[in-house]
């Protein structure tokens, strides 16, 4: 398991001082995660360049070095000088390259730095290459040596000896539950109406993001009203809550098990029946698709995003909602790994509906939409925040053409990332989750 850097140690000397045989671990980790076929999209790009216009970072800053195509090209050219025979013998042949520390700045830089791991672009490969696999795959080569940059890998290391990203201690987030409970009672004028915690038995296991508990508080409040007025059988875990897993994002698949691991431990020894992940698209991404994967099992148990759980509310007449409530039009972001990445794609178009009198989209939308930039780790590598903000001009484009007032999405990375758009292009809109809507608009009585 890579640890951080030790503080007196740049990330660039770190850098500049790999070994021959870190180099030979990052390769060695490289090719273990390929199987086959990631192999054969290794030697398969046409280099027809249709990449360039799917990626948010190529059309908003025309870099070469942003286009997908020129990404993969960085690793390729190293497959083949390490594991092609063609490239062994004729590396000035097929463009294979020896892999260097100079090299691997250029790996940090591009696969890092250049990339939201946003899926865009191979959804639009003619050759129908997983890009973003292959790049991920790059990324957790580097990390079997702790070449992840500080920020990102500092999110993944707080994760697992905290418990969750913020590092937010069990007593705080048991205060934080009570006082957000004594909210919900003044709310929905009901002193019965609880957040409860390890219910055992319940049907549904909730899981947040810890940035809810620290800075977005009226997303928990939101959810438990809405749980409130469903009559919904539910529970915190007073341990493991965080469904975020940053360890989609630096590569590191035995970090990321883990992580995900906590929530199926906390699910099996409450005895509660399905797994309910915040709006997160990233979370539901590594744990709903990923993490049986990494952990090598399979669920015996379903695994939903809270907006499957709330139309199902909606089509089954648990909650009724007034959308007069919700008068201000509202455009929506489809987060990557929720929507292209992840498959909830019309549910969260059904709510709103059902939740706002006028409801706008972007476009392009749904699997098709661009990233905001907030992804891939991206919010957490500093050094790359001027390149970000830049990219996410063409999501900021998006938003001022619909004339939305509101922004609704159901992802906090994305809620991050859209407020420094924001607030950056002067955008003067409001930014919220779907459960925050939906709560506005419910009937309670």
Known sequence: MPQSEKPETTFEDRVKSLTTRDRERILEAFKASLTHEYAAFLQTCAHCGLCADSCHYYLTQKD?????????????????????????????????????????????????GRCSLCGRCGINCTMGINIPYLI????????????????????????????????????????????????????????????????????????????????F????????????????????????????????????????????????????????????????????????????????????????????????????????LDPTRNQKTVTLHDPCNLVRLGGIVEEQRFILRHSVTNLVEMYPNREKNYCCGGGGGQLAMTRFAERRLAAGRIKADQIKATGAEVVATPCHNCIDQLMELNKHYQLNVEIKTVSEIVANALILC
């Open 217 to 320: 508080p009226l997303s928990i409040t939101a959810a438990g009203k809405i749980f409130y007025a469903a009559g919904e059988d539910w529970t915190f875990s007073s341990k493991n809550f965080d469904v975020t897993n940053y360890g989609l994002y630096n590569g590191d698949d035995e970090a990321a098990g883990i992580m995900s691991g906590r929530l199926v431990q906390a699910l099996e020894e409450l005895n509660c029946r399905e797994l309910i992940l915040a709006e997160c698209g990233h979370g539901f991404n590594s744990n709903r698709w990923e993490a049986p994967e990494w952990l090598s099992r399979h669920y015996g148990f379903p695994v939903k995003s809270i907006l499957q759980v709330i139309a199902d509310y909606i089509r089954e007449g648990r909650i009724r």
């Open 64 to 112: 070469p070095r942003s286009i997908p195509a020129y990404k993969l090209h960085q690793i390729t050219k190293v497959y083949k000088k390490s594991f092609d025979l063609i490239g062994r013998k004729l590396p000035t042949l097929v463009g294979a390259e020896e892999l260097s520390n100079e090299l691997l700045e250029e790996w940090v830089d591009t696969l890092f």
């Open 136 to 215: 991920r795959a790059a990324r957790g080569a580097m990390a079997s040596v702790g070449l992840v940059p500080p920020g990102l890998q500092s999110t993944v290391d707080t994760a697992l000896e905290k418990g969750n990203n913020m590092g937010i201690s069990q007593e705080d987030w048991l205060e934080t539950v009570e006082w957000l409970e004594e909210e919900l009672q003044q709310d929905v004028g009901d002193p019965k109406a609880k957040l409860p915690l390890d219910k055992s038995g319940a049907r549904l296991l909730y899981t947040i993001n810890p940035r809810e508990a620290m800075f």
